[in-house]
């Protein structure tokens, strides 16, 4: 186990007391009147493998923690799979309010919440992103330079992309979202299948 500088508890801090008081975001209002809280991140600061889904759900905003609901519980089973558990990796979303009725992120709202995963990447500094879900995909790969490489999930999924970063390489790697295995038995065996590439980075 390694320890993450306080340092970094700080920045993340930061971060989450902006996303506290983020009006300017069009969820902000959603949020307030539901008792809701924005969702930040959840897990070690020093995690080589930090995990990007897509947004909070309801479960989420009433907690403020990710993956708490159903597809948590099952992102919870295939980190179990490769000996990993929550406190081994970060785990956070692109957009951190949920959307009414969990519709998809809207691309307004992906821009006006990236800069805050953007700095969350430069506060973990991890070795390995993976990206739960097409819109973390997206917007990961587009991030890092690779955006020639973006096809539909369903072709790229479970392969390795390395881009260069501020403080090194990092290997990008798409994984359905856990959503999509709920309910189909081949997508969660792909996904199971899929993770097992981790275990490489653990
Ligand atoms: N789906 C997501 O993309 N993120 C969560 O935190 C929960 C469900």
Do not use: W
Not at 27 to 45: A, D, I, Q, T
């Amino acid at each position: 186990m390694s320890f993450a500088p306080d340092h970094k508890f700080n920045q993340m801090k930061q971060i989450r007391d902006e996303l506290v008081n983020f009006k300017e975001s069009p969820l902000y209002e959603y949020r307030r009147k539901n008792k809701y809280f924005p969702v930040v991140g959840e897990g070690s600061h020093a995690a080589k493998i930090m995990f990007i889904g897509e947004a909070p759900g309801k479960s989420e905003a009433e907690t403020a923690r990710p993956f708490c609901g159903r597809s948590g519980k099952l992102l919870d089973e295939m980190l179990a799979s490769i000996n990993l558990n929550r406190s081994n990796v970060y785990i956070t979303n692109v957009v951190k309010d949920r959307p009414p009725e969990n519709r998809d992120p809207a691309e307004e709202e992906i821009k006006l919440y990236s800069p805050f995963l953007d700095r969350q990447i430069e506060i973990i500094e991890p070795k390995v992103i993976a990206t739960l879900g097409r819109f973390s995909m997206a917007y990961i790969l587009e991030h890092f330079g690779l955006k020639d490489m973006i096809r539909s999930i369903t072709q790229i999924h479970g392969k390795e992309f390395v881009a260069d970063t501020k403080y090194g390489k990092v290997t990008i790697i798409p994984f359905y979202h856990p959503a999509v295995a709920l309910y189909n038995s081949s997508n969660r065996e792909t996904l199971m299948e899929d993770f097992q590439i981790l275990k490489k980075y653990k």
